[in-house]
């Protein structure tokens, strides 16, 4: 069956819109991907239909909301391959989802304990490491640098790892360079040392297959904004293991089996770590988003975005001085680039004036752009819905706004 993109684009209300006039080119997938009409409609149907709070209600319409809640915690455990819905906690994105690991399952590391991050990290698995460590200051942090590829060392990486690591911590995808990071590898060597890990899946769940089963993490995380799905909603897949003897991560409501002020117990799993009312209706809706990408096939999604990235790639080759940042041979749907000494702005600036909306600045990868001697980059991203006209369009608009900045 051949690539319906046409199709795909009429669920996407947004694609129809214009920016000054000209159609809407939206190649900022990387930092959130638009959002089909059934998720839309989900949504809708979650405030108009079923809305009231969850596990709290004997009522109708709180057991319904609850279903729709849980329902979605078993789609998620199916699609991630997960073995107990007890090890699916929803979290406001990937960003808390770290913050959760890092807090909780940090609290537990060893005095003098080691953790490895790499060069190429998104703030979201930098800062709470380094909250961590500001709490706990005998805590080291050790980070594996990239070659000019823009491919882990993973020598370097094997090599970091002693007696005193007790945590790994990396992307699954880079969010700047799109390598795709050799995680099963790195997860075996770091459990034959004994060490856990938590894959940062915010840039490969939209893009790639993951079953967490297969790659054995003992964490992943990831949003759901990113992958068609409601703002605000992140996934943290924990092993059921890890999560036990983890102490909660926020105290309140739901979170709780008894309250007393002589002492309190929690929870069983996963509610240990969803303290206060979650979006439920934005997790009843996710369903959707995860009908829409298996509509479709992550596999057919990939293959589509690479398709697009190659032929990009092939014709801004040909601009002269352009740099391009990630050239690793497995790569996710992501173009990080400069041309000359043309600020990277003033790329975006005049680019979103022909209707093109790219991402620029360091995408929230300081560490990576210092390491790469630079203060920022142009990103184009795609998703499922982008087109090779819309390719057409990028690159004329870059033919037609680089002589204006050179
Ligand atoms: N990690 C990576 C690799 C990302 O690309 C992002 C967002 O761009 C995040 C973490 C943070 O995601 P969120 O803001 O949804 O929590």
Redesign the pocket.
């Known amino acids: 069956m051949s690539y319906d993109v046409k199709g795909i684009r009429e669920k996407f209300p947004i694609l129809s819109r214009k920016i000054d006039g000209k159609p809407l080119i939206y190649l900022d997938n990387?930092?959130?991907s638009q959002t089909p009409q059934s998720v839309v409609d989900a949504i809708v149907s979650g405030y108009c239909d079923t809305k009231a709070n969850v596990h709290r209600g004997v009522h109708t319409l709180s057991q319904e909301a609850t279903e729709l809640q849980e329902e979605s915690r078993r789609r998620v455990r199916d699609y991630l391959g997960a073995s107990s819905v007890e090890e699916i906690i929803f979290t406001?994105?990937?960003?808390?989802?770290?913050n959760l690991v890092a807090s909780s399952f940090g609290s537990l590391f060893p005095q003098d304990g080691e953790i490895i991050l790499t060069v190429m990290?998104?703030?979201?698995?930098i800062v709470p490491w380094q909250l961590l460590q500001s709490r706990r200051p005998d805590l080291k942090i050790r980070v594996v640098d990239i070659n000019d590829r823009g491919e882990l060392l993973l020598d370097q990486y094997r090599s970091l790892f002693n007696e005193h690591t007790c945590m790994a911590s990396f992307?699954h995808?880079?969010?700047v360079l799109g390598t795709v990071n050799p995680v099963k590898e790195m997860i075996d060597y770091a459990h034959s040392k004994g060490v856990p890990v938590l894959v940062?899946g915010?840039?490969a769940v939209p893009h790639i297959h993951v079953n967490v089963a297969e790659l054995d993490c003992d964490f992943y995380?990831f949003?759901l904004?990113?992958m068609y799905g409601p703002t605000g909603i992140?996934v943290l897949y924990g092993k059921k293991e890890h999560l036990l003897r983890m102490p909660p991560y926020q105290g309140g409501g739901e979170m709780i089996a008894h309250v007393s002020f002589e002492g309190t117990t929690f929870a069983d799993l996963p509610f240990k770590f969803e303290a206060g009312t979650p979006d439920f209706v934005g997790i009843g809706a996710l369903p959707k988003a995860l009908d829409f990408i298996n509509e479709i096939g992550i596999e057919n999604i990939e293959e589509h975005e690479q398709e697009l990235m190659e032929y990009a790639e092939a014709k801004m080759r040909e601009i002269p001085g352009m740099r391009i940042f990630g050239n690793a041979p497995h790569k996710s749907a992501v173009i990080s680039f400069l041309v000359g000494d043309i600020h990277h702005y003033d790329m975006g600036m005049l680019l979103d004036k022909l209707g093109v909306e790219v991402r620029t600045g360091h995408?929230?990868a300081q560490p990576l752009m210092q390491r790469l001697g630079i203060s920022g980059t142009v990103r184009a991203s795609f998703a499922a819905y982008n087109t090779k006209d819309e390719v057409d369009a990028f690159i004329a608009a870059l033919h037609r706004i680089l002589p204006i900045l050179s």
């Not at 990290?121 to 698995?125: G, I």
């Open positions: 990387t930092a959130t406001r994105g990937t960003t808390e989802s770290i990290e998104h703030h979201a698995n992307c995808v880079s969010n940062d915010a840039q995380a949003s904004h990113k992140g995408h929230c």
